[in-house]
């Protein structure tokens, strides 16, 4: 895509994560009041509220857009509320990408929100064999079982051992130590890891990421409304890419029982088209990424994302945590937020938390996990039902 | 007396001269398998089939990978009391080209397991009440 396809994000604006226990709405509120007060618009600028939805918070979760517009004072703005699983932020702002595109609004506000229930996330209530998620977990399985399996395929093809693993975790813990919207902020080292209680084999509760509340917002606009503000050097977001999977799907998805045949075709995988598909079409590679946000639903996962972004070739992603080369100050800082890990899980919000960390990272506000000279950052994430999204900021 | 036997879920295995097997079904213009069973239209993009034959799967293949349960799991799962972890086997089959999940069978342990190894698919119970016990398929190592 050329450089009239890009938008502007004038402002940010997050919720701190935890387990506040609080309505959705009050968080997704403070991330959008935040937002706009960053982006230096008014409230009554904005033409057009893209929500992301959350499915645990009733009716107002599934109209997330129009729950924000009306708490936000209702004045006439159009709403969209986007469900993608993980990537339902990246589509919502992928939403707001096309009305502003398209010529249809000048300034748009994004915003996901969730409150989250203790422990496993849980499948809908009654019986419904026809519904893999209900099957699966009717069976035993459940969603870090899917993460355990990735982890473990990781050790027996390319030698990843427990402390390449638990080295993420550390790197992770290191640099959201400091970050006043993270959940978790402790360093830890890899024996804390190593001692931590087996979840499932061989990744342990530290391994895996928690469930979180939270929420994040961005104000965005069009390249010549951004001009107008005096924001031309505002970071511009250059693709999103929420393409689905081609079949014959090859690893097995969350929350399938099985991989596509590849009997009759070939088998592809879905996290490397991600990217690929956002490189595409910023017109860039990885060569030219200074920072990524990746979704660490497990230590293993990180390193799975290093190679799908191609900041190495497959297998090699345990030496770049040995190197050091994804910590900040290393060659390709990865969650400089401190990711997932130092987050949990705030679904509607994630894929929107990602690019706010990479926003403070290009405009170099970032504080003490400020990456040097970032000029391109790439998110990735992964989610449920074939979604997932990759988003691509530079200044 | 002898407690009645259901299986977990309904036209997902059968047992054939004594093997068990899981059913799936075969796109009959493209020839892609598919575990749960498709009998209306071929998820293959460049196959429009929607006629299908019901196949039963290999009941053999070899472990992608594994994992076990040390928590119990959420509702539908039903646990015994204490839960009692499992492992968990992704097993890949070569004629279908497909990896299905799957319990190990009990006993079994991460530590007896290998990426590569052969497995054989076998009955067995997921959770029994006072009158019932629930089948499920479950893998085991070949003897």
Same mark, same amino acid.
């Given at each position: 895509?050329?450089?009239?396809?890009?938008?502007?994000?004038?402002?940010?604006?997050?919720?701190?994560?935890?387990? =506040?226990?609080?309505?959705?709405?009050? &968080?997704?509120?403070?991330? +959008?009041?935040?937002?706009?007060?960053?982006?230096?618009?008014? =409230?009554?600028?904005?033409?057009? #509220?893209?929500?992301?939805?959350?499915?645990?918070?009733? &009716?107002?979760?599934? #109209?997330?857009?129009?729950?924000?517009?009306?708490?936000?004072? =209702?004045?006439?703005?159009?709403?969209?509320?986007?469900?993608?699983? +993980?990537?339902?932020?990246?589509?919502?702002?992928?939403?707001?990408?096309?009305?502003?595109?398209?010529?249809?609004?000048?300034?748009?506000?994004?915003?996901?929100?969730?409150?989250?229930?203790?422990?496993?996330?849980?499948?809908?209530?009654?019986?419904?064999?026809?519904?893999?998620? =209900?099957?699966?977990?009717?069976?035993?399985?459940?969603?870090?079982? &899917?993460?355990?399996?990735?982890?473990?395929?990781?050790?027996?093809?390319? !030698?990843?051992?427990?402390?390449?693993?638990?080295?993420?975790?550390?790197?992770?813990?290191?640099?959201?130590?400091?970050?006043?919207?993270?959940?978790?902020?402790?360093?830890?080292?890899?024996?804390?890891?190593?001692?931590?209680?087996?979840?499932?084999?061989?990744?342990?509760?530290?391994?895996?990421?928690? /469930?979180?509340?939270?929420?994040?917002?961005?104000?965005?606009?069009?390249?010549?409304?951004?001009?107008?503000? !005096?924001?031309?050097?505002?970071?511009?977001?250059?693709?999103?890419?929420?393409?689905?999977? /081609?079949?014959?799907?090859?690893?097995?998805?969350?929350?399938?029982?099985?991989?596509?045949?590849?009997?009759?075709?070939?088998?592809?995988?879905?996290?490397?088209?991600?990217?690929?598909?956002?490189?595409?079409?910023?017109?860039?590679?990885?060569?030219?990424?200074?920072?990524?946000?990746? &979704?660490?639903?497990?230590?293993?996962?990180?390193?799975?994302?290093?190679?799908?972004?191609?900041?190495?070739?497959?297998?090699?992603?345990?030496?770049?945590?040995?190197?050091?080369? /994804?910590?900040?100050?290393?060659?390709?800082?990865?969650?400089?937020?401190?990711?997932?890990?130092?987050?949990?899980?705030?679904?509607?919000?994630?894929?929107?938390?990602?690019? +706010?960390?990479?926003?403070?990272?290009?405009? !170099?506000?970032?504080?003490?996990?400020?990456?040097?000279?970032?000029?391109?950052?790439? /998110?990735?994430?992964?989610?449920?039902?074939?979604?997932?999204?990759?988003?691509?900021?530079?200044? | 007396?002898?407690?009645?036997?259901?299986?977990?879920?309904?036209?997902?295995?059968?047992?054939? @001269?004594?093997?068990?097997?899981?059913?799936?079904?075969?796109?009959?213009?493209?020839?892609?398998?598919?575990?749960?069973?498709?009998?209306?239209?071929?998820? @293959?993009?460049?196959?429009?089939?929607?006629?299908?034959?019901?196949?039963?799967?290999?009941?053999?293949?070899?472990?992608?990978?594994?994992? @076990?349960?040390?928590?119990?799991?959420?509702?539908?799962?039903?646990?015994?009391?204490?839960?009692?972890?499992?492992?968990?086997?992704?097993?890949?089959?070569?004629?279908?080209?497909?990896?299905?999940?799957?319990?190990?069978?009990?006993?079994?342990?991460?530590?007896?397991?290998?990426?590569?190894?052969?497995?054989?698919?076998?009955?067995?119970?997921?959770?029994?009440?006072?009158?019932?016990?629930?089948?499920?398929?479950?893998?085991?190592?070949?003897?």
């Amino acid at each position: 895509m050329s450089v009239d396809k890009e938008i502007a994000i004038l402002g940010i604006g997050m919720h701190p994560w935890g387990k =506040w226990g609080k309505n959705f709405v009050e &968080y997704g509120v403070k991330a +959008c009041r935040e937002a706009i007060a960053d982006a230096g618009v008014s =409230w009554r600028d904005v033409q057009f #509220v893209s929500g992301a939805a959350t499915m645990r918070c009733g &009716y107002p979760g599934y #109209v997330a857009g129009a729950t924000f517009a009306q708490a936000l004072g =209702w004045q006439g703005a159009e709403v969209n509320t986007s469900y993608a699983a +993980c990537a339902s932020g990246s589509q919502a702002l992928a939403a707001a990408r096309s009305k502003i595109l398209s010529g249809q609004c000048d300034v748009a506000l994004v915003v996901g929100s969730d409150t989250t229930p203790k422990g496993f996330l849980k499948p809908a209530p009654g019986d419904r064999p026809d519904d893999p998620d =209900w099957v699966r977990f009717r069976l035993g399985i459940t969603n870090p079982s &899917y993460f355990a399996l990735y982890a473990r395929r990781r050790m027996e093809v390319y !030698g990843d051992t427990l402390d390449d693993f638990a080295a993420v975790k550390v790197k992770n813990a290191e640099h959201g130590f400091n970050n006043p919207n993270a959940r978790y902020r402790k360093k830890f080292s890899l024996e804390d890891v190593a001692n931590s209680a087996m979840v499932a084999d061989p990744l342990r509760l530290m391994d895996i990421c928690a /469930t979180s509340d939270g929420a994040a917002a961005l104000v965005v606009s069009s390249l010549d409304f951004a001009r107008k503000l !005096g924001r031309q050097d505002a970071v511009r977001i250059a693709a999103i890419s929420t393409v689905t999977p /081609t079949f014959a799907s090859g690893v097995v998805e969350m929350p399938d029982i099985a991989t596509d045949s590849a009997a009759a075709v070939d088998a592809h995988r879905f996290r490397a088209a991600l990217p690929a598909k956002a490189y595409e079409e910023a017109g860039i590679g990885p060569e030219d990424v200074s920072v990524a946000e990746v &979704y660490d639903l497990s230590t293993a996962l990180e390193l799975d994302w290093y190679e799908d972004l191609q900041l190495c070739p497959r297998g090699e992603a345990a030496a770049l945590v040995r190197a050091g080369d /994804t910590r900040i100050g290393g060659r390709i800082p990865v969650n400089p937020s401190g990711g997932l890990a130092c987050f949990g899980e705030a679904v509607p919000a994630q894929a929107l938390a990602q690019v +706010c960390e990479l926003t403070h990272q290009l405009r !170099g506000t970032a504080g003490d996990r400020q990456v040097e000279q970032a000029r391109v950052g790439i /998110t990735a994430n992964q989610g449920l039902f074939g979604h997932g999204s990759s988003v691509i900021l530079k200044r | 007396m002898a407690k009645s036997q259901a299986p977990v879920l309904e036209g997902w295995f059968a047992v054939e @001269n004594g093997e068990p097997h899981l059913i799936g079904t075969r796109c009959e213009s493209c020839g892609t398998y598919y575990f749960p069973k498709q009998s209306l239209f071929c998820r @293959n993009p460049a196959c429009d089939g929607e006629t299908f034959e019901e196949v039963p799967l290999s009941r053999r293949g070899t472990v992608w990978s594994f994992t @076990n349960a040390m928590y119990q799991p959420p509702e539908p799962f039903v646990a015994e009391d204490p839960h009692v972890p499992y492992t968990i086997l992704a097993v890949e089959l070569e004629r279908e080209k497909m990896i299905v999940l799957g319990q190990g069978v009990k006993g079994l342990e991460c530590a007896d397991l290998k990426a590569g190894m052969e497995v054989e698919l076998v009955l067995d119970t997921l959770f029994e009440t006072e009158d019932q016990e629930t089948i499920t398929w479950k893998w085991a190592p070949v003897a």
